[in-house]
């Protein structure tokens, strides 16, 4: 392989880690929201939320959306009973506390914030190149 060619391989590989990195960085950051609007719109459990997401095209695991599930618990911002399932053991069910919808309302216009800087420095972005 020619040194220009493994460096153009190189360089591949290290972009779409870097690429990969960031994408689970935005779901992590954006996972919380995104589970307090899905049990917002009913009350769920842990792998129906992971399937939902998935749906949404955003692809989680268990092992990412349980801990997420904890800390919204633990900070009072859904609740959860046991119920009965039609295979298998008794499932937690979660739904939104009224605390819960206050921190969604917020998260979702901190988001719209960050959306609008990331527009915003898009078009400017568009702007230099036609200049």
């Not at 919380?32 to 009350?43: N, Q």
């Not at 959306?65 to 119920?83: F, K, S």
Request: charged residues 20%; glycine residues 6%.
């Amino acid at each position: 392989m020619s040194l220009v060619l493994q460096h153009y391989s190189c360089s591949i590989t290290t972009m779409t880690r870097i690429r990969s990195q960031q994408d689970a960085q935005l779901v992590r950051a954006v996972l919380p929201l995104l589970i307090l609007t899905l049990i917002r719109e009913r009350e769920s459990y842990g792998y129906e939320l992971v399937e939902r997401l998935e749906a949404l095209g955003v692809s989680v695991s268990t092992g990412l959306v349980y801990p997420v599930l904890n800390r919204l618990e633990r900070d009072h911002l859904i609740t959860a009973r046991m119920g009965a399932s039609n295979n298998g053991p008794p499932r937690k069910y979660f739904t939104l506390t009224t605390a819960g919808e206050d921190a969604r309302t917020a998260a979702i216009h901190q988001w719209q914030g960050v959306s609008l800087a990331v527009q915003n420095a898009s078009n400017s972005e568009g702007a230099s190149d036609a200049e």
